[in-house]
Nanobody, 126 residues
Framework: VQLQASGGGLVQAGGSLRLGCTAS???????????MGWFRQAPGKERQFVAT????????YYADSVKGRFTISRDNAKKAAYLQMNSLKPEDTAVYYC?????????????????WGQGTQVTVSS
């Protein structure tokens, strides 16, 4: 599956952004069977887990640093996943990546994701 992330930008602390991730799938692959995840990478740091959602959208899991502020969702009919980010902090500044995993369940393990989007920059000013 090929992924395209969008929606990044510059926002003041306390503000909100909504990231989107659209998928295109080759014949034989169905978006609705993929786990989706969001990760982020700040300058000089390793890529880290942010949020994940099961293939059917019934369950989600978040990193402690974003719990209560970020919401992951998906629309399988549109082959899209989203990350709503509220109450943004300067430490949320990073390149955000969406990723897809064939497993279907919750997955916060970076190494097990099969496909990655190109990343979208989020900058939060203080």
């Amino acid at each position: 599956v090929q992924l395209q992330a969008s929606g990044g930008g510059l926002v003041q602390a306390g503000g909100s952004l909504r990231l989107g991730c659209t998928a295109s799938t080759a014949s034989g692959y169905t978006f609705s069977t993929y786990t989706m995840g969001w990760f982020r990478q700040a300058p000089g740091k390793e890529r880290q887990f942010v949020a994940t959602i099961t293939a059917n959208g019934a369950s989600t899991y978040y990193a402690d640093s974003v719990k209560g502020r970020f919401t992951i969702s998906r629309d399988n009919a549109k082959k899209a996943a989203y990350l709503q980010m509220n109450s943004l902090k300067p430490e949320d500044t990073a390149v955000y990546y969406c990723a897809a995993d064939r497993g279907g369940g919750l997955n916060r393990g970076l190494a097990s994701y099969d496909s990655w989007g190109q990343g979208t920059q989020v900058t939060v000013s203080s």
